[in-house]
């Protein structure tokens, strides 16, 4: 009912936004991983890289819930909302390591929200191939961003990168449900475009 539609946007986004993720009962990946005595500036850095990646966690909220409300079909709805109850999980996690670090999520939130889910909604609307094919999209950028920041963090953050690998683990596998369900190559332009804007968010939630 589109009423009920209405209020699951609004009611992802306000949680989203406000920090009150529910996601599945899955376990904090770093819940068994000593924390490291990290120097000052290598804390701080592993803090804006959590932030870039909590970032990425937001802007999968919308997309998915974008993709959700888009599409006409039931089915790949309920996988959609499936795949985003995890990113929920990852949205947890980022927070609960940025909170560790003393660190902060991104100021320009909304903006990653609202760009997420527009870019979402007009995938879904393209039709079944083209949503899923922003699934494929989005999900193989993300597993390669966070490869370079399972090098890139501090050697001794154990923590965190036990965090990214778990994220890592299930991008890969959205990535790969998506492709079996018929996901289709989104075309160059489109493609070209997301890779602008994952430079923005990954620059932009570094610092702000
Ligand atoms: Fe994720
Ligand atoms: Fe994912």
């Not at 592993?46 to 974008?66: F, P, W």
Request: aromatic share 6%; proline share 5%; with cysteine.
């Amino acid at each position: 009912m589109f009423s009920d539609q209405v209020i699951a946007n609004i009611d992802n986004a306000l949680r989203t936004l406000t920090g009150q993720q529910i996601g599945s009962d899955r376990p904090y990946p770093a819940r068994d991983v000593p924390d490291a005595l990290l120097r000052p500036w290598e804390r701080q850095r592993a803090g804006r890289m959590m932030r870039v990646n909590h970032a990425g966690e937001i802007m999968a909220q919308a997309l998915y819930t974008g993709q959700a409300t888009g599409t006409n079909d039931p089915a790949l709805r309920e996988q959609l909302q499936q795949a985003r109850v995890e990113e929920e999980d990852h949205l947890r996690w980022c927070e609960a390591r940025l909170r560790e670090l003393n660190s902060r999520p991104s100021l320009l939130a909304p903006l990653w929200y609202s760009a997420g889910w527009s870019m979402g909604f007009l995938a879904a609307r393209r039709g079944r191939a083209s949503n899923l094919g922003l699934v494929v999209a989005v999900e193989n950028q993300v597993e390669e961003h966070l490869n370079s920041h399972l090098d890139e963090l501090p050697a001794d953050d154990e923590r965190s990168r036990a965090i990214v690998a778990q994220m890592r683990d299930d991008e890969v596998g959205h990535a790969e449900k998506a492709e079996a369900l018929g996901a289709e190559k989104l075309p160059m332009p489109v493609r070209m475009a997301m890779g602008v804007f994952s430079k923005v968010l990954t620059r932009g939630a570094l610092w702000i």
